[in-house]
C-alpha cells in the first residue's frame, strides 16, 4: 500500500472509532483529537493468536476490519462464545478487568485491524478526561445488556429458533465464519446445524 | 446502612463521607415478607437493591418451565437489569424466598448521584463492569466444567444455601435435572470432610 493510501485508510479507521464513541454520547472533534492519542492500531493475519490462553489481556479492541472470534479449550476440543465482526468489541474480559491470566483465547478468523486501547492507558484516559468515564460506564452498559440478551435467548429459545433468528439478523456471517464456529457459539451440533442449513435455502426459494 | 454498603463498595472504591452521605439519602429501605413477587414479566423494572437481608430469586418461563438464572443472598446486587439500565419490559420474575431487606436505588436518584460527581460515575462503571464479568465468568463456568464439578463449586462457595433454597431451586439454577441433582447431594453425605 502506497503511503498517501494507507493514510486515507488509517483516515476511515479513525471515523469508525469516533462514530463508535458517538453511539454512547456526543463526542465532538475537538474532544475525540484529544482522546485519539490514547488508542493505537494493531494488524493482524487471519487465523492469527490475539491473546494466547494463561497470557494477561493488555487491551480492549474494536474490530475495524475483518472479524475474531473468542473460545474456550477443553479437553475434546473448543467452544467459541463469541464472533466479533466490524464495529464489535473483543478482548477477554476477565483478564483485562482483574489483571489476571486469561482462560480463553482470542484469535482472528480473518485479517483483522483492531482499534485498541492499552489497559494503563485507559486508566490514564479516565483520569485526564472525567467525561471519558461516563462513555465507559455507558459502553460498559451496553456489552453487559447484549450478554444478557444472549444467554436468555440461549435459555429460552430452541435450536431451531436460535437457528433461524441468528441467519436472520447476520446473513453474510454464514459465508464469512467456518460452519464449526458457528454451530459452536450458537450451541448447536454440527450435525443439526447442517440440517437446519437445508430449512433456511427452502425458506429463501419460497 | 452505612456499613452494609461500605462492605458492598469497598472492593471497588473508597467513597469519601459526604459521598457516602449523599448515596445514603437517596437510599430506599423496602422490606418484603417470603415468596412476594417483586416483578413479573412486562413491567417495568425501577430499582437497583443491595440484599441487605434475605434471600430472592429471578427467573424466566421457558414454556411452562422455571429457569432461574440468579439466587441472590446478603449482598449480592438483584434487579432485572436489563429493564432497569435500558429501560425495556422485564423478561424476568423476581420473587422472595425469605423476608428481605433491600437497600434500593431508583434510576432517577442514581441519574442524580452520577451528575453530582465523577467519582460516582466511575463507582457506577466499576459496579457494572462486575456485573458484566459475572456473567462471562458464569458461562466459562458452564462450558468448562460437567454438571458435578458445578454442584461441587457451588456447595462449596455457597454451603448455607444448600440449607435455604429449595432443591428443584437449586437444580434449576445450575442447570441440573432434580433426580440428578438428588443423586449428587447424596454422594455428599457419605464424604462432608469434602465440604471443610
Not at chain 1, 59 to 80: D, H, S
Not at chain 2, 103 to 122: C, G, I, N, P, T
Amino acid at each position: 500500500m502506497t503511503q498517501a493510501k494507507s493514510q486515507k485508510h488509517n483516515g476511515e479507521v479513525w471515523d469508525l472509532l469516533h462514530d463508535f464513541l458517538r453511539r454512547f454520547m456526543p463526542v465532538s472533534d475537538s474532544e475525540f483529537q484529544a482522546w485519539k492519542p490514547y488508542f493505537e492500531l494493531r494488524t493482524f493475519d487471519k487465523k492469527q493468536v490475539v491473546t494466547a490462553l494463561g497470557e494477561q489481556e493488555e487491551y480492549v479492541n474494536i474490530v475495524a476490519r475483518g472479524m475474531a472470534r473468542k473460545y474456550v479449550k477443553l479437553n475434546n476440543g473448543e467452544v467459541t462464545m463469541q464472533i466479533a465482526p466490524e464495529g464489535h468489541m473483543i478482548h477477554a474480559e476477565c483478564s483485562f478487568h482483574h489483571r489476571e491470566p486469561a482462560a480463553l483465547v482470542v484469535e482472528t478468523i480473518e485479517p483483522t485491524i483492531f482499534i485498541s486501547i492499552h489497559y494503563d492507558n485507559l486508566q490514564r484516559l479516565y483520569d485526564a478526561f472525567p467525561r471519558t468515564e461516563q462513555l465507559g460506564r455507558l459502553f460498559v452498559t451496553e456489552m453487559f445488556i447484549i450478554k444478557d440478551r444472549r444467554y436468555f435467548e440461549l435459555l429460552k429459545k430452541s435450536t431451531r429458533e436460535i437457528f433461524l433468528d441468528y441467519m436472520s439478523a447476520h446473513p453474510h456471517m454464514l459465508q464469512r465464519v467456518p460452519q464449526k464456529y458457528l454451530a459452536s457459539y450458537l450451541n448447536i451440533k454440527p450435525e443439526t446445524f447442517s440440517r437446519l442449513k437445508h430449512l433456511l435455502r427452502r425458506k429463501k426459494v419460497s | 446502612m452505612e456499613a452494609v454498603l461500605r462492605q458492598f463498595l469497598d472492593p471497588h472504591i473508597q467513597l469519601s463521607n459526604e459521598e457516602m452521605s449523599a448515596m445514603v439519602a437517596r437510599m430506599e429501605v423496602r422490606h418484603f415478607p417470603r415468596r412476594t413477587m417483586l416483578i413479573r414479566e412486562g413491567e417495568q423494572e425501577k430499582y437497583l437493591s443491595l440484599v441487605a437481608k434475605g434471600l430472592l430469586r429471578k427467573f424466566f418461563y421457558k414454556g411452562k418451565q422455571e429457569v432461574i438464572t440468579q439466587l441472590a443472598g446478603e449482598g449480592a446486587l438483584i434487579s432485572s437489569s436489563v429493564s432497569f439500565f435500558a429501560g425495556n419490559p422485564s423478561q424476568y420474575y423476581i420473587e422472595t424466598l425469605e423476608p428481605v431487606t433491600l437497600f434500593s436505588l431508583s434510576r432517577e436518584a442514581l441519574e442524580d448521584l452520577y451528575a453530582k460527581s465523577h467519582k460516582m460515575q466511575r463507582m457506577g462503571r466499576l459496579i457494572i463492569t462486575e456485573l458484566y464479568l459475572d456473567k462471562e465468568r458464569w458461562e466459562q463456568h458452564h462450558i468448562c466444567y460437567d454438571v458435578k464439578t458445578r454442584f461441587m463449586k457451588f456447595i462449596h462457595q455457597h454451603p448455607d444455601l444448600l440449607k435455604r433454597v429449595p432443591q428443584k431451586y437449586l437444580a434449576s439454577y445450575l442447570n441440573i435435572k432434580p433426580e440428578t441433582f438428588s443423586r449428587l447431594k447424596h454422594h455428599l453425605k457419605p464424604k462432608p470432610e469434602v465440604l471443610v
